[in-house]
C-alpha cells in the first residue's frame, strides 16, 4: 500500500482545494491510501524558534511515512497560499531535506480565472529548490466559483471528477 500525503493551502471548512483532497481520498486506486494534513495549528516558520511544535511535528511525521504527495493550491494574489508555502518551509528545514527530497508529487487546484495555474506554475518552481518530483502530466486546474463544486466544497463535477482520478493513476504509477 503506497501511502499519500494531502496539504490544501486553503484552511477554510469549505474549501474547494481541501474539496478536491477530500475527492482524492475517497476514490483513491487500488493500492494507495490519502491522509489530509491540518494546517489550521501550523505556526508560521521562524528559525528563532528551531524546535517544532506539536502541529509542525505532526507534519514531520506525516511526510516522513508519505511515499508522495497531492499539493492542492489555491491562488492568493497569482501565487502560492501562505499556510501551503509555510508548510513547505517547516519540512524544507529538516536536515537534507529528507522529508521532501525525492518525493513524487501530484498538484491540483482550485480558483478563480485560470484555476490556480499561476500558482500551481509558482509551486512547481519552488519544487525545483525542494528536490519534489512534480507529476507533469495530468494538470488538474478548475474554477473555483463556477458549478463544478457543491456548497460543501466538493466536486460534483464529472469531467473534474475522472481528472482527479487520472491524476491519482498517474502518481502511483511512480511511486
Not at 511544535?53 to 506525516?62: A, D, G, K, S
Amino acid at each position: 500500500m503506497k501511502k499519500v500525503l494531502a496539504i490544501s493551502g486553503s484552511l477554510r471548512a469549505a474549501s474547494r482545494n481541501t474539496g478536491l483532497l477530500r475527492y482524492a481520498q475517497a476514490n483513491a486506486p487500488e493500492g494507495m491510501s490519502i491522509e489530509i494534513a491540518d494546517l489550521r495549528d501550523m505556526p508560521f516558520y521562524n528559525a528563532d524558534f528551531p524546535t517544532p511544535t506539536p502541529p509542525v511535528t505532526r507534519l514531520f511525521e506525516q511526510l516522513r511515512a508519505a511515499d508522495g504527495l497531492l499539493l492542492a493550491c489555491t491562488e492568493y494574489n497569482y501565487s502560492i497560499a501562505p499556510a501551503l508555502k509555510n508548510a513547505l518551509d517547516w519540512a524544507s528545514r529538516e536536515k537534507d531535506n529528507h522529508l521532501l527530497a525525492g518525493k513524487p508529487t501530484a498538484l491540483c487546484g482550485a480558483a478563480g480565472g485560470m484555476g490556480s495555474s499561476r500558482a500551481q506554475y509558482h509551486l512547481r518552481q519552488v519544487a525545483v529548490f525542494l528536490d519534489l518530483r512534480v507529476l507533469s502530466k495530468p494538470e488538474v486546474f478548475s474554477n473555483a466559483f463556477g458549478e463544478s463544486f457543491n456548497a460543501a466544497g466538493d466536486p460534483v463535477d464529472e469531467k473534474l471528477q475522472g481528472q482527479i482520478k487520472q491524476q491519482l493513476q498517474a502518481l502511483l504509477a511512480v511511486l
